[in-house]
């Protein structure tokens, strides 16, 4: 800035005949004038610079991992896991990261954006949020755009794998109804009672649901996608419940594909997902539990689901066990078993896992999880592994290693 006043004062000087008849003193005196004006308002410039809040926070996350799954089926071909486990190890499927933008527009409004990429998508990077949020009173916020869809107690942060002690959310529950954004209006209102604090959301929108490999890749389109959910902390407690209703279509060229008969249709049907939330983190102790139930208003089987995790802080070290189940509920007798037994879903495992915080920013994780139940009287399953038409899980369990170095910036 200074060198384009000197630029222009020395112009000026050039051009103003007026000035070539003057006495040195004076112009050395309106020199040093003008001097004087350009360092003041340098030094506007820079406590401006430092009394203004930053406009503009870009922030990200990175996950780096590997698995293997030794799914033996009675086929004879392995079977892999809805997450992309297979029997060589893998490498796309616990690779992700993400960049986030956030832009303070005014004192009350504020525009997110996140791009994210992910090695089960090739690494196409994705316009994953993108929204306006605006504070209408100090406790009530409105969101607007691509939002989070929040049914789960870590679904904020679900792809980012620093903010949990699992390498890979317990998927029983999360793959129960396995979104993660919408398009939606969202409002916010926090409050307190006594030493209790809230934080209750509505939200109505839209979103398309990819069902992934287990239903080969069919779309479900949740319209009138409406809900309302509330977080409560209590010192070292949260408590989180959610009910979330939609119309649930999913096209016939879909249905088709998944072997099923042209009499069986999927067209706006009344769908419900209900979830409870329990955490207790003290800096020594770590507990997590959720229950959900994902239900349809028709002939497809309903689930439920629940996991329950316990870890200890040993330092940087964290070791964790988790239990998890999903069962089917609701089972259309009209149907013939092998329809019920290819879309039901049921599993139960053992998670063990270790996390090492490297830096307070990087952590390295393990975990082994052994499945098991995926079938008894009423319905033969592969759980959430992906396996060759009429193939049964050999001894009734799998297992799957997974590695991952995580971070945020």
Partial sequence: MRKVLSVLLGASLGAVPLWAGAADSDVEQTLREYQQRLEKLEQQQVESSLTQPERLRINGFLSAGM??????????????????????????????????????????????????????????????????????????????????????????YVDVGYAYPWVSLPSEVYQLAPIKTMEALEATWGFNTGPVSHRLSGFWGSSTVDGGPRTNNAQYQADDLAGMNLTSRWRDWTVRAA???????????????????????????????????????????FMSAEVARLDFGNWYPSSQSGYVSVGKYLGKWMPLLTWAEVDPRDLDSSLPGPINDGLAEQQKSWTAGLRYSLTDSIALKGEFSYYYDFSDDEVSTTGFFVTDPGAEMEDDHATIVRLSADLVF
Wanted: charged share 20%; hydrophobic share 40%; aromatic share 12%.
């Fill in 243 to 285: 009910y979330t209703a939609a119309d649930v279509s999913v096209g016939q060229d879909d249905l088709t594909a998944l072997g099923l008969p042209p009499s069986l249709s999927f067209d706006e049907v009344y769908t419900y997902f209900a979830g409870l939330g329990l955490q207790y983190d003290d800096g020594s102790w």
């Fill in 67 to 156: 698995s293997r799954a030794e799914a033996d089926t009675t086929l004879g071909e392995d079977g892999s896991y809805i997450d992309g486990s297979g029997d060589k190890w893998s490498h796309d499927s616990l690779t992700r990261a993400g960049v986030q933008f956030n832009a303070q527009l005014t004192d009350k409004a504020e525009a997110v954006v996140q791009l994210f990429a992910s090695g089960a998508d090739d690494f196409n990077a994705e316009v994953q949020w993108a929204y306006l949020d605006y504070d209408v009173t100090e406790s009530v916020s409105v969101k607007a755009g691509r939002i989070v869809a929040p049914f789960y107690l870590h679904s904020q």
